[in-house]
């Protein structure tokens, strides 16, 4: 009897052990998929993100392009002048936003130029302010973290909504990098008569959310609001914290 029970005992304890191996091949066996399927997502997501903001890039493109030639067709005596400006976002526009990345100081000076281009439309007595408070030595100017034209929907909504015509009308344009973060604040007075609309228009907001959200995902905060009747934008982009993660996920 002793004998049976020791036997019977070593047959349910073989039985467990053979039970549990089969789990733990199941186990790897389901963990190895899942690490799969989850692999094959990730390279899904990257190439789905990458045909979007192709597709986005190419949306916002003709848009600018078609602003600036029609500042420029509207002031043909400061012909000179607008061409060496457009030149200038032209070679950004066809060598630059290829790039996955440019640096600050690609951008900046690209915003810069767009500004001048745009002040053509303005009377030589309106009031635009443009600050630069970029430290040129920060060590993140020259670093690639930016979106290329990722500042062009702030700025081109500011002049195509600001109220031309009163005293007191105004645009403001801030650029700012403080410890690990680049700034844009945008601000102008409201017009009080509707924005032209135009059928292939409306693509710009819409596109720069779309972008931020892919590229940067929580790295960056986009306030928009409305104070005495004057629109402010508010773009913040913690490059640090973005640049981490980017070398964290290989």
Do not use: W
Not at 197 to 204: A, T, W, Y
Request: with cysteine; glycine share 2%; net charge neutral.
């Amino acid at each position: 009897m002793f004998i049976s029970n020791t036997i019977l005992i070593t047959l349910i304890f073989s039985i467990l052990i053979g039970y549990i191996i089969f789990l733990l091949i199941k186990i790897n066996r389901i963990s190895t998929q899942k690490n799969k399927l989850q692999a094959d997502y990730k390279v899904l997501e990257t190439k789905l993100n990458s045909v979007e903001l192709e597709d986005l890039k190419y949306k916002i493109n003709p848009h600018l392009f078609k602003n600036i030639l029609n500042s420029i067709q509207s002031h043909a005596y400061q012909t000179y002048f607008s061409l060496d400006k457009l030149s200038n976002v032209l070679d950004y526009i066809l060598y630059e936003t290829d790039k996955r990345f440019v640096s600050i100081k690609e951008e900046l000076d690209f915003a810069l130029n767009l500004i001048e281009i745009n002040k053509l439309k303005l009377s030589p007595l309106f009031d635009i302010k443009v600050k630069n408070k970029i430290n040129e030595n920060h060590p993140l100017f020259e670093q690639e973290l930016l979106a290329p034209m990722i500042s062009v929907d702030l700025i081109e909504n500011a002049f195509k909504h600001a109220d031309l015509q009163s005293e007191d009308s105004f645009i403001s344009i801030t650029f700012d990098l403080k410890d690990d973060y680049f700034a844009l604040t945008v601000a102008n007075k409201i017009s009080s008569r509707p924005a032209l609309k135009k059928s292939n228009s409306g693509v710009g907001k819409e596109s720069t959310k779309k972008r931020l959200d892919i590229i940067y995902k929580e790295c960056y905060t986009l306030e928009q609001f409305v104070e005495n009747d004057v629109f402010i934008s508010h773009l913040k982009l913690n490059l640090l914290d973005y640049k981490a993660k980017v070398f964290a996920a290989g």
